[in-house]
């Protein structure tokens, strides 16, 4: 598609839920980010992607947080057992040169 | 440690007048800079960029101003517009592979522009 798609826009959890969410990128853009925005303003890089394969993941936390890119399906930004403090809004963005396009972001409340 | 900082929360300016949006890094790693606008819950629309080779890259009413010595870039909006007022973020990235690396975000600066 024309635009980074993020499904879904909102998504609510109890503390120790899963929550999982998806990202398609631009079609023909083989590089996908994962950031965290936390209090409007910070933005933490999580993880990227070439095409299938883990690019950077520096970002992502060690535990509870895993990130994949299949073929021909969304990536997708999954954290296991989650915790009050992951509360943000996950943004995931793709490239194909040098200008990151952004989706809508995904509002992950943890209550 | 904030390696991209926007020192201005917040910025107002009239219609029509001039909007100067201030970033400092401090990485000398980096040596490509792109600004991106956001509006409430929306995501981060890109807006313009700069590679460290230049100095000033202008976009219509954007301009960009780079001073490498310094550590300092600048987003100049003229002529100012209503429809300008959001949250305008600096952005930062390099070493190889330039723009398929993450980006170090700063803080943001939301801007109004007054009727």
């Known amino acids: 598609g024309e635009e980074v798609a993020q499904t879904p826009k909102h998504l609510v959890r109890g503390e120790g839920q899963k929550a999982k969410l998806y990202c398609a990128p631009i079609?023909?853009?083989?590089?996908v980010f994962w950031y965290q925005q936390v209090l409007k303003n910070e933005f933490k890089f999580l993880i990227s992607f070439q095409n299938e394969n883990v690019f950077d993941e520096t970002g992502m936390p060690k535990e509870r947080f895993s990130a994949k890119c299949l073929p021909n399906s969304p990536c997708s930004l999954e954290i296991q057992a989650t915790k009050l403090e992951d509360s943000a809004v996950y943004f995931c963005?793709?490239?194909?040169?040098?200008?990151?396009?952004f989706g809508q972001g995904t509002r992950l409340t943890v209550v | 440690d904030q390696q991209v900082k926007q020192n201005s929360p917040s910025l107002s300016v009239q219609e029509g007048r001039i909007s100067i949006l201030n970033c400092d890094y401090t990485n000398s790693m980096f040596d490509y800079f792109l600004w991106y606008k956001k509006y409430p819950a929306e995501g981060p629309t890109f807006l313009i960029s700069?590679?460290?080779?230049?100095d000033k890259n202008e976009d219509g009413r954007f301009t960009v101003f780079l001073n490498k010595s310094a550590k300092h870039l600048s987003l100049h909006i003229v002529p100012s517009q209503p429809g300008d007022s959001a949250v305008y973020f600096c952005a930062a990235s390099g070493g190889m592979d330039t723009g398929r690396r993450a980006l170090t975000f700063g803080s943001g600066t939301r801007l109004q522009v007054q009727p």
């Open positions: 700069i590679s460290s080779i230049k």
């Open positions: 963005a793709s490239t194909g040169g040098t200008e990151a396009f």
């Open positions: 079609k023909g853009h083989s590089y």
